[in-house]
């Protein structure tokens, strides 16, 4: 299995709602990401994961809260989001640096 | 810090025409390059990758690319498009070492194949 699986693929809430976005891969990887993607923009990295502990946090808002439950699964849990937080929202994983970086297919996220 | 400048936001072609389109990086360490293509309302592919070794990186649909390192350039180039390889093309860059996977994307190319 050399792929990463993002569910939903595409998720509306409004701006009180609480939802989670799913994330998962089988490749063995040891480092797993969010990333957020504006339309016509590069990815930005969110949040990296390495041995299921959080290592990287982008000074990314408290309303988005990452999980890692174990060394194939992500979530990202989302509370109280902004119209602005409407992206494509995308996954990753990697063996290190220089394994490559396979990404999911994305969540896309509208919040109203 | 690394940082990635790809020089052209868009790049129109015509089908079966050569293209290249230009990446240059910016790092105080070894790092590692890669080319990724992202299709509309899709995630990001692969392409190819620069780790070590040969300068010039064979990748899939026909791209290549090849890490200059005195011009600190990654350019990457295909002989003759099609109008399926239009889509946005990403740089991007790590580190080679350390325990920082941290990926740094460019801006981004727009490549148009019109017929």
């Known amino acids: 299995d050399t792929e990463v699986t993002q569910t939903p693929k595409h998720l509306v809430m409004g701006m009180t709602n609480k939802k989670s976005l799913k994330c998962e891969q089988h490749?063995?990887?040891?480092?797993m990401y969010w990333y957020k993607q504006k339309a016509k923009k590069p990815p930005e990295l969110m949040f990296v994961?390495?041995?299921?502990?959080?290592?990287i946090n982008e000074s990314v808002p408290s309303r988005f809260s990452p999980e890692c439950p174990n060394s194939s699964l992500l979530n990202l849990h989302l509370h109280a989001l902004q119209p602005e937080d409407s992206a494509l929202y995308l996954c990753a994983s990697s063996q290190g640096a220089g394994g490559g970086y396979t990404f999911g297919s994305g969540t896309r996220l509208t919040v109203v | 810090a690394q940082s990635v400048t790809q020089l052209d936001s868009q790049v129109p072609v015509f089908e079966e025409a050569p293209v290249e389109l230009r990446c240059n990086y910016s790092s105080s360490v070894s790092v590692y390059l890669f080319w990724y293509v992202q299709y509309p309302n899709q995630g990001l592919q692969l392409l190819l990758k620069?780790?070590?070794?040969?300068?010039l990186v064979k990748g899939i649909n026909g791209f290549e690319a090849e890490f200059n390192k005195s011009q600190t350039s990654f350019h990457l180039r295909k002989p003759s498009v099609h109008i399926s390889d239009t889509a946005e093309y990403f740089c991007a860059v790590s580190f080679s070492g350390g325990s920082n996977y941290k990926l740094t994307f460019g801006k981004g190319t727009l490549l148009t194949v019109n017929p």
């Open positions: 620069y780790l070590s070794g040969s300068t």
């Open positions: 490749m063995g990887h040891r480092a």
């Open positions: 994961y390495s041995y299921e502990k959080l290592s």
